[in-house]
């Protein structure tokens, strides 16, 4: 039987990307959507599932996987500044870069086979050894969401044969990402694909190349 992957946020950008390269590697593919995403539906054999990492009453997936990886996310307020940030803002930006996506992923702990992989799709942006300035909303979501993964890796997968891994994509030519990346989805997709292959049981936050970073 082939592996199993989950794909949350698969309607377009790295996680559409990641879907179509694991159902080239010929792994089963389960992609989820916030909002109808034509291309992720013409996949053939990709079962696609509605899916806001927001939301709670939509987390329940059928199925056990070899590999999760939890890609939605947002980049948040445009204004980007912690000066001018709302409490909504804030909520919104934390909600969905990090605080949903570990809650969806301790809920598929036990769905996640073991000697498989938990992924969450997190950025250089996140790393305060980085802290270069700008996206403060981003960023801090996503330093947020490394303090959690970890914290999964090291309690609530402890003593299991399971990776946690938070994973820096690359700058990506999506709609996020913009058209001055540097480089592709797919070549981006080959790459992540190559370390959730890989994975090791532990917790470790790397790029798409497979290069440790720092906190
Ligand atoms: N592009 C880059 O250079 C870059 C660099 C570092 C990290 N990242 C990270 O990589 C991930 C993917 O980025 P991308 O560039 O592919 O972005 P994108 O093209 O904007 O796609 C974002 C994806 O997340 C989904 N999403 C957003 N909010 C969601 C929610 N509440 N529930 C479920 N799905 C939701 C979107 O679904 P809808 O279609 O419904 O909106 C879409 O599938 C993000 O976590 C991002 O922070 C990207």
């Known amino acids: 039987m082939s592996n199993h992957v989950l794909i949350v946020g698969a309607s377009r950008g790295i996680g559409l990307g990641l879907a179509k390269e694991f159902k080239e590697r010929g792994w089963e593919v389960t992609g989820t959507e ?12 990709v079962s696609v599932q509605t899916l806001d990492v927001t939301d709670p009453s939509t987390f329940d997936v059928e199925g056990e996987f070899d590999a999760v990886i939890v890609n939605a996310g947002i980049t948040g307020a445009k204004h980007q ?15 969905t870069n990090a605080f949903g996506p570990v809650h969806l ?3 598929l702990l036990p769905q996640i086979k073991d000697g498989g992989s938990l992924s969450f799709m997190s950025s250089l942006m996140g790393s305060i050894e980085d802290s270069s300035g700008g996206y403060e909303l981003y960023r801090t979501s996503k330093t947020a969401q490394n303090m959690l993964a970890k914290g999964i890796a090291e309690q609530d997968a402890a003593g299991r044969d399971l990776a946690v891994l938070s994973l820096h994509p690359g700058w990506v030519q999506t709609d996020m990402g913009g058209p001055n990346a540097h480089i592709t989805v797919a ?10 292959e890989k994975a090791q049981p532990g917790y470790a936050y790397v790029d798409y190349t497979g290069k440790a970073l720092p906190f």
């Open 34 to 45: 916030r909002s109808k995403s034509d291309e992720l539906h013409a996949l053939e054999g």
């Open 81 to 95: 500044s912690s000066e001018q940030a709302t409490a909504e803002e804030v909520a919104e930006v934390m909600m």
């Open 105 to 107: 992923g301790k809920k």
């Open 187 to 196: 070549e981006s997709a080959r790459g992540l694909a190559d370390v959730v």
